[in-house]
């Protein structure tokens, strides 16, 4: 009986090693801001990336909004939005897909798949409104965690 005991640790032990090695990355801190046209402007479809970090490849790229479904404030007082987004490099490296979605004053940024200089990333962030820029346009950050898949 010891030795079934014995060989049924031994298992679980071989399984604890071998299943530590397959876990996800660690998640890290992610950051970009984007600069947009303003809501009153019809044809809203691209943001600007002034900043990012780590992603420096980034800068310079734009995060364009396809299948967009928007509304402006409506009698329930709230702002709705939801659309598939591409984030491009200021480089043109690489490139990601994603979702956005924005429930009164803030959205939820997902990106879930990367190709490129971005292969592997998968980003889960809030979107907050900053302010407007010297321009009129506004200026958004999008603040999260990140990860990139082995």
Known sequence: ????????????????????SAQAAPRQTFYLEKVCPSILAPTLN????????????????MIIYN????MPENPGGFT???ARIRLTTGDN???????????????LFTISQGTGSLAGLHVNA?????????????????????????
Request: aromatic share 12%; proline share 2%; glycine share 14%.
């Open 126 to 150: 809030v979107v907050q409104y900053v302010g407007e820029t010297a321009d009129g346009r506004w200026l958004y950050s999008v603040s999260g965690t990140y990860h990139v898949d082995p």
């Open 93 to 107: 490296s690489g490139g990601a897909t994603g979702q956005v979605r924005w429930i009164k004053d803030h959205g």
């Open 67 to 70: 299948d967009r479904v928007w």
């Open 80 to 82: 709705f939005e939801i």
């Open 46 to 61: 691209a943001c600007d990336i002034v900043t990012a970090n780590p992603f420096g490849q980034l800068v310079g790229g």
């Open 1 to 20: 009986m010891k030795k079934y005991w014995v060989i049924a640790i031994a298992a679980l032990l071989v399984i604890g090693v071998t299943t530590t």
